[in-house]
C-alpha cells in the first residue's frame, strides 16, 4: 500500500493499491476511521476517531489497523496525504510518498558515499545523507540499539533513468522505482545525518532475460551506490512498523536488564552487510559492564559469527575512515570488551587462516563455533538472532533450533520464515499501531545518546519564520455525552460564542488555542 505523487498528484486522485479512487468526502456517507493511525497520535487519542489524511479512506484505514465506522466522522476535506502538515520537517516540504504502513517520505539530500576497496569484486557503500537542523535519530525515534530501520525510496526523476555519470552501460530503467525498502542505520543517533551501508545487489541478466549493460533494470542498492553526490533519495521520520499484524513490526527486548536477571548469551549469526544491524545491536547490550546493583553486567557475553564468501568483503571494516559510523567503530574496537565479545568468521569461498568455519554454515558448524550441546532442555537465558538475505535467514534458524532452542517463527511470519519469536529469541515483536510504539522500553546505546542530547534552547535557525494565524485546516470536533462525534467546523466556529471555552478544548492531544491562534489570542 503505497500513495505517491509519481503516479498522481492532485487534490482529489490518489495511486492506491491495483485501483485509482477519487476521494472528496463530506457526503451523505458519514464514515470514518477510529485508529489506524501509527505514527500521528498521542496517548488515548490514537484509539479515537482519527480525523487525518493518512487514514481518511477505508482501504487505508483498515490497512493500517483501523476501524472504517459509522461512530467516527468522514475527514471533512480532501483525501490528500501527500499534503503539508504540521508533522513534516522544516527543511524538506511535504511528503512525495506514503509507504504501505502509513510512514510519509520525504527528501533528503546525499551528502557523501564511500565505496571501501573489495578485490573480490563486492561492493559497500557508505552513504549519508542529511537532516533538517536539530534533527536526529533521536527526534525520528529510531533506536537502531533494538533494531529499528529507516525506509528508503527513490525520487521520481530516477525512475526511468537509463545511465549514471561516469557509469559504463545502460539501463531501461528502475524496478519497483515507487516500493520503499528498510534498511538499518548506522549513524551516531545523536547525529544531523542518517547514514547507512548498502551492499549493492546486480541481479543476473538471465534470470531477467535482458541484456547486461544493455536494458536490465536496476535497484535500489545500485541506485544508492551511484547516485551523484547532491542527489535527493525518499527517507522515512520513523521506525518501520505496521498497524497490523505483520513480519515488520519493532522488537521489544526478549531479556530484562534489571539485576537478578539472566545472565545472557547473546548469539548472533549475520550474513555481509548484516553488520549494519547487528554491530549497534552488539555495541548496545556491551556498553554496560556493570550492572545498577554494582555486580557485573547480565549481559554476559555476545558471540557474533559474521558469514562472508572471501574475507576481503569482512577486512574492510577494519580500515581506518574519517567515518564515526557506529558499524566500523564496533568492530575496530571491539577488544576493549574483554571476553565478553566473541567474533568469528564463516568464510564460503576460499581457505582463510581467520575462518572459524570454512564453506557455509551449517547444523554441526554452528554446534561447533558455539560450543552447543544437543538437548530438549535449553537454558532460555541463550538468545539468538539472525540477520541476513531472505534465504539465509529460513535456512539458518531451522538450523538452529535443530540444536533443541525454543523458537519459531512468530505471528504471521509462518510462511515467510523469519523472524524468529520465542524464549530463545533475542526478540518479540511490538504491539502493531500507536500501541506498539508508545512508551517503548529503549537500549542502552539509546540512553547512552540521550545523555548525551543537551534539551534545546530555541527553534533551529533555518526554520522558517512563523507567522500568527489561524489554520485553515483545523477542523472543531464536538463529542457528547454518548461519545459521539460531530464536525462543527474550523476556527470560525471557535469565534462564534464561548470562545474562551473552546480555545482550551483539546483536540488530537492538543489545545484549540494552538491551531486558531488569532482567534484565541495566543500570539
Aim: with cysteine; glycine share 10%.
Amino acid at each position: 500500500m503505497i500513495f505517491s505523487n509519481f503516479a498522481v498528484r492532485g487534490a482529489a486522485l490518489l495511486a492506491f493499491g491495483s485501483g485509482l479512487l477519487s476521494f472528496e468526502n463530506g457526503g451523505v456517507d458519514a464514515l470514518g476511521c477510529r485508529g489506524g493511525d501509527t505514527f500521528n497520535c498521542v496517548g488515548d487519542e490514537c484509539n479515537g476517531c482519527n480525523l487525518n489524511t493518512i487514514t481518511c479512506d477505508q482501504s487505508s484505514c483498515e490497512g493500517m489497523g483501523g476501524e472504517w465506522t459509522e461512530d467516527c466522522p468522514d475527514y471533512p476535506g480532501v483525501c490528500d496525504p501527500l499534503s503539508p502538515s504540521k508533522e513534516d520537517p522544516h527543511c524538506t516540504g511535504p511528503p512525495e510518498s506514503i509507504d504501505r504502513a502509513g510512514k510519509k517520505m520525504y527528501r533528503r539530500k546525499l551528502i557523501d558515499r564511500h565505496i571501501p576497496d573489495d578485490p573480490s569484486g563486492a561492493v559497500f557503500c557508505h552513504i549519508t545523507v542529511a537532516l533538517c537542523e536539530g534533527e536526529s535519530s533521536l527526534t525520528h525515534k529510531i533506536d537502531a540499539g533494538f533494531g529499528d530501520y529507516y525506509r528508503l525510496q527513490a525520487t521520481e526523476e530516477w525512475c526511468d533513468t537509463t545511465s549514471f555519470p561516469g557509469v559504463p552501460g545502460t539501463y531501461s530503467g528502475m524496478e519497483e522505482c515507487t516500493g520503499a525498502r528498510s534498511y538499518s542505520p548506522v549513524n551516531p543517533f545523536n547525529d544531523q545525518t542518517a547514514q547507512f551501508i548498502i551492499k549493492e545487489v546486480v541481479g543476473k541478466p538471465s534470470d531477467y532475460g535482458c541484456t547486461g549493460g544493455v536494458n536490465c533494470k536496476f535497484g535500489f542498492s545500485e541506485l544508492a551506490c551511484n547516485l551523484p553526490i547532491g542527489s535527493d533519495i525518499l527517507m522515512s521520520k520513523d521506525p518501520d512498523h505496521y498497524g497490523v499484524q505483520s513480519t515488520h513490526l519493532a522488537y521489544k527486548p526478549n531479556f530484562d536488564r534489571d539485576p537478578g536477571n539472566g545472565p545472557y548469551t547473546i548469539n548472533y549469526v549475520g550474513q555481509g552487510v548484516a553488520l549494519t544491524e547487528l554491530n549497534p545491536n552488539g555495541m548496545s547490550q556491551l556498553m554496560k559492564p556493570f550492572a545498577s546493583d554494582g555486580n557485573f553486567s547480565n549481559i554476559k557475553e555476545v558471540n557474533y559469527l559474521w558469514a562472508n564468501s572471501y574475507y576481503s568483503s569482512a577486512e574492510w571494516i577494519y580500515e581506518k575512515t574519517t567515518s564515526n559510523d557506529l558499524a566500523q567503530q564496533f568492530m575496530q574496537e571491539g577488544l576493549k570488551y574483554g571476553i565478553r565479545f566473541n567474533l568469528m568468521n564463516a568464510i564460503s569461498r576460499e581457505d582463510r587462516p581467520e575462518a572459524d568455519i570454512y564453506g557455509r554454515a551449517d547444523v554441526d558448524s554452528i554446534g561447533k563455533v558455539f560450543n552447543l550441546t544437543n538437548t530438549t532442555d535449553q537454558d532460555p537465558n541463550i538468545k539468538w538472532f539472525v540477520v541476513g538475505s531472505k534465504s539465509y535467514k529460513k535456512s539458518i534458524y531451522p538450523q538452529i533450533t535443530e540444536w533443541g532452542f525454543d523458537m519459531a517463527p512468530c505471528p504471521g511470519a509462518e510462511s515467510k520464515g523469519y523472524p524468529y519469536c520465542g524464549p530463545n529469541a533475542l526478540y518479540g515483536q511490538c504491539e502493531p499501531g500507536a500501541a506498539g510504539l508508545a512508551n517503548r522500553e529503549r537500549s542502552d546505546l539509546w540512553d547512552y545518546y540521550i545523555a548525551l542530547t543537551p534539551e534545546p534552547t530555541s527553534a533551529p535557525s533555518s526554520a522558517p519564520t512563523e507567522f500568527c494565524e489561524d489554520d485553515p485546516d483545523f477542523v472543531y470536533i464536538y463529542t457528547n455525552k454518548n461519545d459521539e462525534s460531530e464536525v462543527k467546523g474550523g476556527c470560525e466556529f471557535v469565534a462564534e460564542s464561548r470562545t474562551k471555552k473552546r480555545c482550551q478544548k483539546v483536540i488530537d492531544g492538543e489545545k484549540v488555542r494552538k491551531s486558531c491562534r488569532v482567534t484565541c489570542n495566543d500570539c
